[in-house]
């Protein structure tokens, strides 16, 4: 493959939008529940439109492993093709992997506030540090025959509520290897949102349709409308059933209750909602391309924000923090959440753009792998 696929950078831009709401809204207002943690619902349930907010971030993790995952198969091919051996390209991904860990660890956790003085936990292990981990796993794993990276990671996600149901949290007492591979925990001195295991079938999956892909570009639209189509008629009887891919069936109640689904940690059933959603979103992207070729707004915008996720992610987590203090005024309300989370869109078009011609200027620097 020799150019980067435009509907991977711009559904990954439009997910990055999404997340950065979902973060503006955090540190001007507050964090808005429309999923299930460990089997507890939102109490009080948001109202339509703070229910809606936050669902459509709902998108954002499953995207961001999946592309991770995609992305690594997609590297492993560009750059076997420009003549680095296999041992190169699995450095440079273990690399990059350790990297965005230690970012989690010491940056990120800086700005949400978490170490010894912090009142709350001594440490966190976000989205960073699931996708970072992945990266290492894959670095490795992605060399495995396609049917067996595929059969394995659509084996983990199947398998992984009778794993959750086999290994539980237990009352009292810090379980760190348990939170940190299986169960998501906000108790204790370590906080983990986002365990191993179950985000690495995501990664694995997309890695394997990465693989697939990367050898018939040509075929992006079809497959992603036909995966998408597959995921989201799958999503509905197994909702409708409340049976073994719900964690936490459906129990009755208003729309709000149907599309309560468990997301810590994440169900079949959730993912199945939010991987075809993004499915049918890449296949409309790589449409789009084919026949209206959009790149000059999509380029100076979305796609500008999924070719550099990173260091938007970073950033953006600052910048909202920073203006939730200075603009006080710009706080304590779902329209100010919306409108601090535009104003930061706009700095963060600004520094995204210095950053990626920064890139470009110095392209075999550390800057590669951030």
Avoid at 51 to 79: D, E, K, M, N, Q
Wanted: glycine share 10%; charged share 10%; with cysteine.
């Amino acid at each position: 493959m020799k150019k980067r696929l435009f509907a991977i950078d711009a559904v990954r831009g439009w997910v990055m939008i999404f997340m950065a709401l979902d973060h503006a809204l955090l540190f001007t207002y507050y964090h808005i529940s429309a999923e299930l943690f460990q089997g507890q619902r939102p109490d009080p349930m948001p109202d339509t439109l703070h229910y809606l907010t936050r669902f459509v971030t709902h998108y954002c993790a499953p995207t961001f492993s999946f592309l991770a995952g995609l992305s690594i198969a997609l590297y492993a091919l560009s750059r076997r093709s420009r003549g680095l051996s296999e041992g190169q390209i699995t450095r440079n991904v273990v690399t990059r992997g350790l990297l965005i860990i230690a970012l989690q660890l010491t940056v990120v956790n800086f700005i949400w506030g978490f170490g010894p003085s912090s009142g709350s936990a001594l440490t966190n292990l976000d989205v960073l540090a699931c996708i970072g981990s992945g990266m290492v796993i894959l670095a490795f794993a992605r060399r495995l025959p396609l049917t067996v990276l595929a059969g394995g990671s659509l084996l983990l996600l199947l398998l992984m509520p009778l794993l959750l149901s086999a290994f539980p949290l237990l009352p009292g007492g810090d379980q760190p290897l348990l939170e940190i591979l299986l169960q998501p925990s906000d108790q204790g001195w370590i906080t983990v949102y986002y365990p191993i295991l179950p985000w690495l079938g995501v990664m694995g999956l997309g890695c394997a349709c990465g693989r697939w892909l990367g050898e018939r570009p040509e075929r992006t639209t079809r497959f992603f409308l036909a995966l998408g189509a597959v995921l989201l008629a799958a999503w509905l009887p197994l909702r409708l059933s409340g049976s073994y891919g719900n964690l936490v069936p459906y129990q009755g109640g208003d729309w709000r209750d149907f599309f309560l689904m468990s997301k810590y940690p994440p169900s079949p059933a959730f993912l199945t909602w939010t991987l075809g959603g993004m499915s049918l979103a890449l296949a409309v992207h790589s449409r789009l391309e084919e026949r209206l070729s959009p790149r000059r707004f999509f380029s100076n915008f979305v796609t500008l924000f999924g070719q550099t996720p990173l260091f938007f992610y970073i950033v953006h987590l600052q910048l909202y923090k920073t203006l939730s203090l200075i603009l006080p005024h710009l706080t304590g309300s779902l329209a100010a959440g919306y409108l601090t989370w535009l104003l930061g869109l706009v700095y963060m078009t600004i520094l995204c753009g210095g950053y990626q011609a920064l890139k470009r200027r110095y392209p075999n620097s550390v800057l590669q792998y951030v």
